[in-house]
């Protein structure tokens, strides 16, 4: 349920560790170079994992030698914090741009759920990939407990909002109500467009029922009144 002018005044923090995070380039030539070992980098990560990505590797896929590499990362860390740095902005996933000018709050819950969806699926092998990072680097873990901790205050505020307005319920306490429901929307994300990637058969959920049904359960759970509810699965 965040919203553009949240993330304008009260940005989240960086999903990259920011002691990792070198000076840009002072050439154009310089930028566009490593903005090619980030690329390859992704490449790279997303397709080996993040312990069994080499360097040649990266240098290999980016067309560059070691030693250019070593002009602007010292190692696998800090190329992986870049990667990071870069993809963020598309993991913002605003969504009450997408339903401006509107007080109904089912109609921002879908919006945000879609947007979150939708930059979730593409960027799903990276989101693979920070499972994989988070259970192996504590520095890593606790720079994404934070980020996700921004997420869930941000929730609650707008949960505590509709409290305020009678359009949720009251006797919810807003952070632990915007700490399970995030929760559930997160790890439904992982399992449809992680876990079952390149999966084709019955018990994949498509798109339009994940969002349906992640949203009318977001909705139930914070009683919204029965005139705030979708009735059918948006099938478009």
Request: proline share 5%; charged share 30%; hydrophobic share 40%.
């Amino acid at each position: 349920m965040t919203t553009d002018g949240d993330w304008e005044n009260d940005p989240p923090p960086s999903m990259a560790q920011s002691s990792l995070l070198r000076d840009p380039p002072v050439t154009e030539r310089g930028v566009r170079t490593k903005a090619a070992l980030v690329k390859a980098a992704r490449v790279v990560f997303e397709r080996d994992g993040y312990l069994d990505a080499r360097l040649t590797d990266i240098t290999k896929e980016a067309d560059c030698s070691t030693g250019t590499f070593y002009t602007y990362f010292a190692s696998k860390e800090e190329v992986f914090a870049a990667v990071l740095e870069v993809a963020q902005e598309d993991m913002l996933h605003p969504g009450m741009g997408r339903v401006a000018d509107t007080d109904d709050p089912y109609a921002v819950v879908e919006a945000s759920n879609r947007a979150y969806f939708e930059a979730y699926q593409r960027n799903s092998r990276l989101m693979g990939l920070l499972e994989q990072v988070s259970s192996i680097d504590a520095n890593f873990r606790e720079v994404r407990r934070r980020r996700s901790s921004a997420f869930i205050k941000r929730n609650a505020r707008s949960i505590a909002d509709l409290q305020a307005r009678g359009l949720a319920d009251a006797q919810l306490d807003p952070l632990m109500a915007s700490r399970a429901l995030s929760s559930m929307i997160s790890r439904l994300a992982f399992g449809a467009f992680v876990l079952d990637e390149g999966i084709d058969d019955g018990d994949r959920p498509s798109f339009d029922d994940l969002l349906f049904t992640a949203s009318r359960i977001w909705a139930n759970a914070l009683r919204f009144p029965d005139r705030h509810l979708n009735l059918t699965p948006d099938s478009s």
